[in-house]
């Protein structure tokens, strides 16, 4: 069974979190890089970010070479924004036909919003088998042993059981 993480990430914490999942099942990884990117700080990141979700922008992607007719498992990871998944994915999943795959969604976030985000995902790409759920509170603020222990459990209930 080939895996893949997608995430976009735009502080770190959804990319710690899909660095450790690859380290932990041996997977490949797309990280979703917009050609322009987003404030990262302050009143600007979440107006801009915010607006981007309201509007359902699909923001340009930076070239990527990956073809998800080789893997079986695909990991979705993404910052919350607006309750829901970051734009990047509108992009990518316009452009990529998702379909009969194991899915495993995990979010980041700092103060939940998770549970529309896997409502969202499973509408737009239904023709999935979605295997498990996580979400984490900012976990670039948490202690690395925590966010490790979480990870484990999620995979031994969602990943290595099936």
């Known amino acids: 069974m080939k895996n893949l993480i997608v995430f976009y990430s735009l502080e ?9 999942i690859s380290e932990k099942i041996n997977a490949d990884i797309l ?4 050609k322009k990117k987003y404030h990262d700080s302050g009143f600007k990141k979440y107006f801009w970010g915010g607006r981007s979700v309201i509007f359902k922008e699909k923001p340009e ?16 990871g993404t910052p919350i924004w607006v309750g ?9 999943l316009k452009k990529e036909n998702i ?26 790409i239904p023709n999935n088998e ?20 979480q990870i484990d459990n999620w995979l031994k209930m969602v990943y290595f059981n099936n």
């Open 12 to 20: 770190g914490d959804t990319k710690l979190i899909a660095s450790t």
């Open 31 to 34: 990280e979703l890089k917009p």
């Open 61 to 76: 992607l930076q070239d990527y070479n990956i073809n998800l007719e080789n893997y079986e498992n695909i990991f979705i």
């Open 84 to 92: 829901t998944y970051a734009p990047p994915y509108n992009t990518f």
């Open 99 to 124: 379909s009969n795959k194991n899915i495993y969604l995990f979010a980041c976030h700092g103060g939940g919003g998770a549970d529309k985000f896997y409502k969202n995902i499973k509408e737009i």
């Open 130 to 149: 979605f295997k498990g759920e996580i979400d984490f509170n900012e976990p670039l603020k948490e202690s690395r042993s925590d966010i490790l222990d």
